[in-house]
């Protein structure tokens, strides 16, 4: 059963290595948006400072989303989505360990790099270690919730827009607390309780959302 | 209890039930709404503090409420449809989420057209309103994902899943704004936050919310039986109807 | 009655724009609501009525070229 888990966010890892425009292209994105906040707002470090978590958190979540549609796209056209859906192991299980391995392939690269953007955003030292955990702990719960989406709409035609419309209002809580936590802790408070609150989302999304997910590929692909 | 039902006969008791239904709600509906209006826009007596503004009250509440109770609603049928396969109850789904739609639209309308006068501002980041349009954003997420899908099934199952999914996440939505609120403006506003209501302002208050719940029910019947035309139109039963109507 | 005349309650305290706009605006969208919801039973029934007269003229002339 863990060997299975495994198999599959290797086999997705290794495919997406083959095409490394597809997970190059999402951190280009994340890094040019943030990019773009200094030169419209002006280069003032103490207002960068401020708006940097909000920022940084609204550039991450358009990056997950544009690079979500892939998440069951390739395997929905060639059938290999049917296939998983046939094997003797719960589609729950298997579509984690995609939803992991696609974790793993943009929002880690968007975590690496986070202390490049920190720098632009001129970003104090210990707000960008709360960023940097509230990174870490929400964009799974941004990885699962954005699965869901695909999951339902992969059998559209136009399913890109509407997978924003539908994720994007879910994701607000993740998007309050991190900013939140980044807040508090540049301002020197105490942090922890919303990251704990952050780490209770993710407990209840990876519990919940990978039947959530497969409940919405079977009715995608009958 | 469905399941002695005959599968095709299912959809057609459902619509003659749905039918008998309709008229008791309209029924229902209309005393209430007229009764409720008149006295709480010209009897109620005008609020010492917000003069005749309050007014707004008579539908900014109603319609908030019941845009909350309509998801509920939704939440209930999804839940019904999903784990028991109940076809019926996923195309109540698809029957209310427009309704939930427009209660939550009129709140949110009239929230600001009441903020203006109170606040000196159309829209403020109220903790109340945010939530509100964050339902209304989740309420056209569903509406789109129905629309999105040409097979009506699969439709009515992808919406299950989503109303769903917006169930469990609503309260944390509102949990954290009202938090995010709080944190942000430092003397919250609670001027719609009245300790005690005047009798003579609660009961017509009282008859709104009701006129505007059974209103619900009707809408909720009359675009059920609208989803039942649509899906079974190629049964005899719908044949039977339109030349029924054709004669008559 | 909290009005002395019916132009005092249209003034509605000084604030008639806004209280009459809160209600005008949720009547027209309970009515677009409505008539959304009729008109799409009317074009059900309007669809399903086409489909058979389709039916019924395919009918027709099936049986037209078997006479022949």
Redesign the interface.
């Known amino acids: 059963m863990f060997n299975v888990f495994i198999q599959v966010v290797r086999q997705d890892l290794l495919a997406a290595f083959r095409h490394q425009s597809a997970i190059l292209n999402p951190i280009w994105f994340f890094i040019i948006v943030v990019t773009l906040f200094p030169l419209g707002l002006g280069t003032d470090p103490t207002l960068l400072s401020r708006i940097a978590p909000g920022v940084i958190w609204v550039a991450a979540l358009l990056a997950a989303l544009l690079s979500f549609e892939r998440l069951f796209k390739d395997d929905y056209i060639d059938g290999s989505l049917e296939q998983m859906m046939l094997s003797p192991y719960p589609l729950a299980w298997l579509v984690s360990a995609k939803v992991l391995a696609h974790w793993l392939l943009t929002s880690l690269p968007i975590l690496i790099i986070s202390p490049l953007l920190a720098i632009f955003l001129s970003l104090q030292i210990d707000a960008f270690y709360a960023l940097s955990l509230t990174l870490l702990i929400g964009t799974p719960i941004l990885s699962l919730?954005g699965a869901?989406g695909v999951a339902?709409?992969v059998?559209?035609r136009?399913?890109g827009i509407?997978l924003s419309?539908?994720m994007?209002?879910?994701s607000?809580?993740i998007l309050?607390?991190s900013t939140?936590a980044v807040e508090a802790a540049a301002s020197g408070q105490d942090y922890l309780g919303f990251v704990l609150l952050l780490a209770a989302?993710l407990v209840?999304a990876i519990t919940?959302a990978p039947f959530?997910i497969a409940?919405?590929l079977r009715?995608?692909i009958? | 209890m469905l399941k002695w039902l005959h599968p095709y006969a299912k959809a057609e008791h459902s619509y003659a039930l749905a039918g008998k239904l309709m008229p008791w709600f309209l029924i229902l509906t209309i005393p209430s709404f007229l009764v409720g209006i008149v006295w709480g826009l010209a009897f109620a007596p005008a609020d010492y503090q917000q003069g005749d503004s309050f007014r707004i009250i008579y539908i900014h509440v109603p319609a908030a409420m019941m845009a909350m109770a309509a998801y509920s609603t939704m939440a209930i049928a999804a839940f019904v449809g999903l784990v028991w396969q109940v076809r019926l109850a996923e195309m109540a789904v698809a029957a209310t989420a427009p309704i939930g739609a427009v209660y939550t639209f009129i709140a949110l309308f009239t929230g600001a057209a009441w903020g203006k006068p109170m606040w000196g501002a159309w829209w403020v980041w109220d903790a109340r309103l945010t939530s509100e349009l964050i339902l209304l954003f989740v309420y056209m997420g569903i509406i789109a994902l129905y629309n999105a899908f040409s097979d009506k099934v699969l439709a009515g199952r992808a919406a299950s899943i989503l109303t769903l999914v917006g169930v469990i996440n609503l309260p944390i939505i509102h949990f954290s704004v009202v938090w995010w609120n709080t944190l942000h403006q430092g003397a919250t506003i609670t001027k719609f936050e009245q300790p005690s209501i005047a009798t003579e302002m609660l009961i017509p208050l009282l008859m709104m919310i009701f006129s505007f719940a059974t209103f619900l029910g009707f809408m909720i019947l009359y675009r059920f039986r609208n989803e039942l035309l649509q899906r079974e139109q190629h049964r005899a039963w719908v044949v039977k109807l339109v030349q029924a109507k054709q004669r008559g | 009655m909290a009005f002395t005349s019916f132009s005092d309650f249209l003034a509605m305290g000084g604030y008639s724009f806004y209280v009459w706009l809160a209600y005008g605006v949720s009547l027209l969208s309970v009515i677009t609501l409505i008539s959304h919801s009729v008109l799409t039973r009317k074009k059900i029934f309007k669809q399903v009525a086409q489909r058979l007269q389709r039916e019924k003229r395919i009918k027709a002339a099936n049986n037209r070229e078997h006479n022949l």
């Open positions: 919730l869901i339902l709409t059998g559209l136009k399913g509407l419309l539908i994007l209002p879910l607000i809580p309050i607390f939140m989302m209840g919940l959530a409940a919405a009715v995608s009958s």
